[in-house]
């Protein structure tokens, strides 16, 4: 098993990506600390991981909250041991498409807060336990938003945040045997993914290219994106530290990916 005696804490793992890396985890070894907003909307999956004989917690916890991210971490260490893997998963997009000069300053504030602060949050706390361990793998979830715009200032800010954040944490970081790598998603089969492809059918005879989603022409489960995520955390990925690692189906491959200018008035 790839992660064989190894702890993982996975925020936002109630659904989606996060859930599916939480069971592939689980799967290949891991002891699993599944962080959501709130607790109740985690247990199902720490009850799927059990029922299949692994182990995990469930702890509700906000990641933009410092005495919340303590809580964590000081869960984790009592019930599951020293985290070896953190996998920032859980992110949030209020803003919706709204042009910039439209998004209110409590959407802002709320999409980096969970996008690029909690991630931070979440590091600063970890590392230190990683530290002494040894070693360990963090991984950031980014977005393929953080390299083209896509009409929503907060998320491709804080997104482009996360991956710069990603190589200053991969250069602090090396000598302790830590490496840290963003993982920049394209279209995904989850609620906010399901969001996007609505938002963007309804805009397809103005851009008829942008419901193809990528060159293989669907979107992708939570379980390819969570391959992607054992790969990062586990030592088939060794020498690979301070990267952005793009799995979009080849979304930013494609030619015309600008969005529609907004009008403002």
């Avoid at 699993?32 to 917690?57: C, F, H, W, Y």
């Avoid at 869960?75 to 910039?100: C, F, H, M, S």
């Avoid at 963090?138 to 800010?157: E, H, Q, R, W």
């Avoid at 942008?210 to 955390?233: C, I, N, Y």
Wanted: aromatic fraction near 4%; charge should be neutral.
């Amino acid at each position: 098993m790839k992660l064989a005696n190894k702890v993982a804490i996975i925020t936002g793992a109630a659904g989606g990506m996060g859930q599916a890396a939480a069971i592939l985890f689980a799967q290949e070894g891991a002891k699993v600390a599944v962080i959501d907003l709130k607790e109740s909307a985690a247990q199902p999956t720490v009850d799927q991981i059990r029922a299949n004989g692994g182990k995990a917690i469930a702890i509700g916890a906000d990641i933009t909250s410092s005495e919340d991210v303590k809580r964590i971490v000081a869960r984790t260490v009592a019930e599951l041991g020293v985290p070896n893997i953190l996998y920032n998963n859980a992110g949030i997009d209020t803003e919706g498409k709204k042009p910039l000069i439209h998004i209110t300053e409590e959407e802002f504030d709320r999409t980096v807060a969970v996008n690029l602060k909690g991630p931070w949050l979440m590091m600063k706390y970890v590392v230190p336990h990683m530290i002494e361990a040894g070693g360990g793998s963090v991984i950031n979830t980014a977005s393929i938003a953080a390299f083209f715009a896509c009409n929503t200032a907060g998320y491709c800010g804080a997104k482009a945040g996360v991956v710069s954040m990603t190589k200053v944490a991969a250069v602090e970081l090396g000598r302790y045997n830590i490496r840290v790598n963003a993982l920049c998603p394209g279209a995904t089969k989850t609620p906010m993914g399901d969001k996007v492809k609505a938002e963007m059918a309804a805009r397809k005879a103005k851009l008829p290219h942008v419901d193809k989603m990528g060159v293989l022409g669907r979107m992708a489960t939570p379980l390819e994106m969570a391959k992607m995520a054992l790969f990062l955390a586990s030592d088939d990925s060794s020498f690979a530290t301070g990267a952005a690692f793009i799995n979009d189906g080849g979304w930013t491959s494609m030619s015309g990916l600008e969005t529609q200018a907004p009008e403002l008035i």
